[in-house]
């Protein structure tokens, strides 16, 4: 490990917000709560964006390559500058995903139309979050590449309604969560190894390679908690975009219920859970493990992981090649009872 780098800003948060808000089931939200916020967008940028972030990912390598400050609105500014076919591919594209794909995508742009052929490249080559991309998401994405100058023009346009419609505001709430956060790290990273200060800031997620990394860049969010978001930006290095909200905060302003406390007793609730919880606790196990073990289809064993994750009930290790191993984090347990108490005893 030759060095250790912090990124901060909220541009990450603006762009992680956005991701959350269209996959609310993913991020343990109320949907309700996430479509009021979207609302307040009008109807063609709504829309705009719900077809965008059907597959859309998260632009944090670019992010984390602009100068200083890496706030929402100096980002906004320079993506608007951006030529329409780097800023389309830039903010919704993943940095590694195939040259085929770029190349295809370009070509469907170029034409304004696509072919069977494409289509079905596309469809069987481009993921999302290591997924292939459903029927519908995949037309969205057609939709938008074969109309590549509207698309990059209004996705500059939506973005900068989105920051003054809800961003702006929530950017002030959460922005002294989010310096609290790097000087909390940054303490830590003074008295731990890195591989142990990963696994706290990740809330339960140890990368095998982070010792081997030459450099680390880790980079504080509100609304990525409890999930990480982990990139190679470059050959030899790793960014890591850890959450940082506290246990006792929701996403949703004013929110009574602590999130962690919804999402654990949910969890909690279902007998597959709890039963995964009890094979986790004897011994890690990889999904396929598990599916064997339950008698359960992979895709079922790893929606019930992901509640899991969600309510910081699991840990993660992964290893170089990227296999998962799952193992309880039963020290969550008690956070839980005594955040049961503490709302409990509180007085309306």
Known sequence: MNTLRWNSGTAYDFFISLLALHHAADFGLRPNWTAGVRQRLSVPQR????????????PLDWISSQPEPKDALPVLRRAAELAPADRLQILTLPLDMPLEVHETLAHI????????????FLGRTFTRRNKV?????????????????????????????????????????I????????EHARELAGRVTLSALVEELSRGVHFEDVESAKELILIPSYWST?????????????????????DVQSIAPGAETPDLLINALKSLADPTRLRILRYLTGQPLTPTELSRLLRLRPPTVLHHLQALR???????????NGEKRYAARTETLKVIFASVKDFLKKQD
């Open 47 to 58: 829309e705009f964006l719900e077809r965008v972030y059907s597959f859309a990912s998260v």
């Open 109 to 120: 742009a170029e034409r304004g139309s696509v072919t069977a052929e494409e289509k079905e």
């Open 133 to 173: 991309l459903k029927a519908a998401e995949l037309d969205n994405l057609l939709k938008v590449w074969m109309n590549l100058d509207k698309s990059s023009e209004q996705i500059s346009t939506t973005l900068q309604e989105y920051y003054g419609a809800f961003f702006a505001d929530e950017e002030t709430r």
């Open 175 to 182: 922005r002294p969560v989010l310096q609290a956060g790097l």
């Open 226 to 246: 409890p999930f990480v978001f982990q990139t190679n930006p470059a050959e030899g290095s790793m960014q890591i975009v850890f959450g940082c909200r506290p």
């Open 310 to 320: 969600l309510a910081e009930l699991v840990a993660i290790r992964v290893s170089e």
